[in-house]
């Protein structure tokens, strides 16, 4: 192509209001309805072919779990092979591919799913992960749109960013992609986090073997289905579901494996981390390793802060998607001064929550995503209400007889490291520790270290000065930090997400950063009228 191609500005995608009587409600409302009457046959897809192993998961509704919504093939060591293989046959082609045929692919998908494929991936995800409308629409439509668009705006930007060149010399740098294959490995919250983690690497010129989160294989699949229609070739992006081990262990066999693009727990990293550095002698180079991996999120409040805004913050940031995002406000320190009136807001806000299933659009929140999670947040529930250190003033109770029914839980503790103020939950309870005003240098400290995470936080203050002192305080608290908003919600362009510590490597998706990290680089000196003497000036005689 002789000519500099440039990438369209992106834009973030319009987030749709879905008001009664609106087009864009009934049209949402009709592909609920019908993929409620339909059962999908979920298969893995290796090399661009549709593979049904016969071993099957069924996929149900969180909020209705005897509601069959279709079944997912899981692959075994065998299937995974075969994508490896077919990501290597595929990687050639796809890494010499002009950069800007590969951003069309992602470019003209972003346009089929703002379009054509929103009402099918929304449906997905609600009825499949159990979001509300306005959650799956931020989510799977609009954020995902915005990852591919500004993702391929991002991949220019570095692809532009060259060395000078001295006289005579030209000097330049080319973004190769990594040798071997990505695996992504994708968590059941985000629909998008899933359609980034895989399209990313794949943006860059790599190839990936993608295994969605098993509670999310509806929304994932059709989601590479966007990928397919708009270009991609086979062999680029396979998709594996299936269980940890079985997927896990031959990728981590592998040879070839080149890099891990990951969201999920913290132990799950960590172990995942431990089987590649076992085998970091068997690779053909060392894997590039990107991973965000949860928080213990937190918000604090000074005297000076704003009671209605804060409780507002705290009753969106925790009760959420049923406070099942990983930047999710699950401890919150606020002041003596405060508390009566932020208490009464909390307790009223939590009085008015309406929950029950997504198909109701009046619903602020849904289920919890499975039995596995139900029981884990019952958990901490019956800590709540055994321990003398925690007092529960809203909320407390779950039902699991028809969906994963968790109330929205407000827990008061005596205690800022008691288990519940320092553990990740991944459900709708937040954990409060008022505070004696005087003592606000101490429970900054407490904020700072009774986590070891730091992914998300938010601070709440009136006074200018104390926002400043406070944010100096919390510096390594949070890779996402919010000053008078909560600690969620972060879009793409805007705030690049990804926290350290125990929260992951920090390398911020939607971002050129996460990017870069999908590349090596290699430098290429070209003199164009080179020496024909060993010997240099200073050697001449005296």
């Known amino acids: 192509m002789n000519g500099i191609a440039r990438i369209p500005t992106p834009v973030n995608e319009p987030i749709r209001a879905y008001l009664p009587d609106s087009t864009e409600r009934a049209t949402l409302k009709a592909r609920l309805d019908a993929m409620l009457g339909e059962q999908v046959e979920i298969p893995a897809v290796v090399g661009g072919k549709e593979i049904f192993t016969g071993d099957t998961m069924d996929v149900v509704c969180p909020h209705d779990h005897g509601h069959l919504l279709g079944r997912c093939h899981q692959v075994g060591k065998a299937e995974v092979e075969a994508a490896v293989t077919a990501a290597a046959a595929a990687w050639r082609e796809w890494s010499e591919l002009g950069w800007e045929a590969r951003a069309a692919v992602f470019l003209k998908a972003a346009d089929l ?17 159990s979001k509300n409308v306005f959650q799956a629409e931020i989510d799977a439509a609009a954020e995902m749109c915005d990852f591919w668009r ?13 060395p000078e060149s001295a006289p005579g010399i030209w000097d330049y740098v080319e973004y190769r992609p990594l040798e071997g294959f990505v695996f992504a490995v994708s ?21 990936v073997l993608w295994k969605p989160a098993s509670t999310a294989v509806l929304s994932n699949y059709y989601m590479l289905q966007v990928l397919r229609e708009a270009g991609l070739p086979d062999g680029v992006i396979n998709f594996v579901p299936g269980r940890g081990s079985q997927v896990g262990n031959p990728v981590f066999d ?3 494996l080149a890099g ?5 727990s913290t132990p799950t990293f960590q172990f995942m981390w431990q089987q590649m550095a076992e085998r970091l002698g068997h690779y053909g180079s060392y894997p590039r390793i990107v991973g965000e991996t949860g928080g213990k999120d937190f918000v604090f409040a000074h005297p000076s802060a704003d009671p209605a805004t804060l409780a507002t913050a705290l009753l969106r940031g925790a009760f959420e998607y049923q406070g099942q995002k990983c930047s999710a406000a699950s401890r919150a320190y606020i002041p003596k001064s405060l508390w ?15 929950m029950g299933s997504p198909l109701d659009f009046r619903n602020f929140m849904c289920a919890v995503i499975d039995q596995a999670s139900f029981d884990n947040i019952s958990d901490y529930l019956a800590d709540a209400r055994s321990k003398p250190e925690y007092e529960i003033i809203a909320g407390g ?33 937040l954990t409060i520790y008022v505070y004696d005003d005087g003592d606000l240098e101490a429970t900054l400290e407490i904020c700072d270290t009774a986590s070891p995470y730091a992914l998300t936080g938010a601070i709440f203050a009136q006074d200018r000065g104390e926002i400043v002192r406070l944010s100096k305080s919390l ?11 909560k600690p969620s919600g972060a879009v793409v362009g805007q705030q690049p997400f990804g926290g350290s510590r125990a929260s992951g490597t920090n390398d911020k998706a939607g971002s050129p950063m996460n990017l870069l990290r999908w590349t090596s680089v290699r430098t290429v000196k070209e003199t164009f009228v080179p020496p024909t003497d060993y010997r240099y000036p200073h050697m001449d005689a005296e």
């Open 187 to 207: 968590p059941f919250n985000f629909t998008s986090i899933g359609g980034n983690l895989s399209s990313a690497p794949a943006l860059m010129g790599n190839t």
């Open 397 to 429: 109770n779950a039902d699991d007889s028809t969906g994963y029914f968790v109330e929205p839980t407000i827990v008061v503790t005596t205690d800022p490291h008691a288990r519940l103020a320092c553990e990740e939950i991944f459900g709708p309870v």
């Open 260 to 264: 891990l693009h990951f969201t999920g």
């Open 475 to 485: 510096r390594h608290a949070a890779g996402n930090f919010y000053i008078n908003d």
């Open 113 to 129: 799913l703002a379009g054509p494929w929103r009402d099918t991936i929304n449906a997905a995800t609600m009825l499949g992960q």
């Open 150 to 162: 500004f993702n391929a705006a991002y991949m220019q930007q570095i692809y532009g960013d060259q």
């Open 254 to 256: 592998s040879a070839s």
């Open 340 to 354: 009566a009136e932020v208490k009464e807001r909390l307790v009223d806000g939590v009085g008015s929550i309406a």
